[in-house]
């Protein structure tokens, strides 16, 4: 029996809370808050860039933990089904919070070096879903998919029935 999607609790569009809870999301998408992770945060000011104090960050990172507790259980590891994410991609729809969403997101996700399957999955979603000028998209691709990435059809990363899987 499949367990029922989450529900996560909506922001105004562009909210400071909607952009955080996509960073929070890539600081959570490998299963764990890495301290590495939360230092390259620390360093960029991530908190207060995204118009947050550090107990607003840290409750946005709380809220999304509790929302994907319980009903979003896919036996040992959360899942966050491809509509949800659009979901919460949608919540931001300022093309200046996109990118600095996606700078303070991809630093969390390189800042460990090594590239877990779900970062990828959300930043490759994000790009895809706010469909971001190809020379954006080109700084991206080789650190997600390796410096001899191959050219892949867009589209996959967020075809229905695909889940981001959190371990």
């Keep these: 029996m499949n367990a029922p999607d989450p529900q996560l609790r909506s922001y105004p569009c ?12 890539a600081l959570i998408a490998n299963g764990r808050i890495d301290a ?8 960029l000011q991530a908190h207060e860039r995204l118009g947050l104090t550090r107990q607003q960050w840290h409750g946005v990172i709380h809220d999304l933990c509790a929302d994907l507790l319980g009903p979003a259980r896919c036996g040992d590891e959360g899942c966050i089904p ?6 919460m991609l949608d919540e931001v729809d300022d093309d200046t919070t996109r990118r600095l ?52 059809q867009r589209g ?12």
């Design 14 to 25: 562009n909210s400071a809370e909607a952009a955080a809870r996509i960073v929070a999301l």
């Design 36 to 43: 590495v992770e939360s230092a390259a945060l620390d360093a």
């Design 82 to 87: 491809s509509e949800l994410l659009n979901r």
């Design 101 to 152: 969403v996606l700078r303070l997101s991809s630093a969390v996700v390189q800042a460990d070096r090594q590239i877990d399957d779900g970062e990828s999955i959300l930043l490759l979603a994000a790009i895809e879903r706010w469909g971001l000028h190809p020379d954006d998209q080109a700084l991206l691709e080789p650190m997600l998919c390796g410096a001899d990435f191959q050219v892949r």
């Design 156 to 167: 996959t990363a967020t075809e229905a029935g695909q889940k981001l899987r959190l371990r």
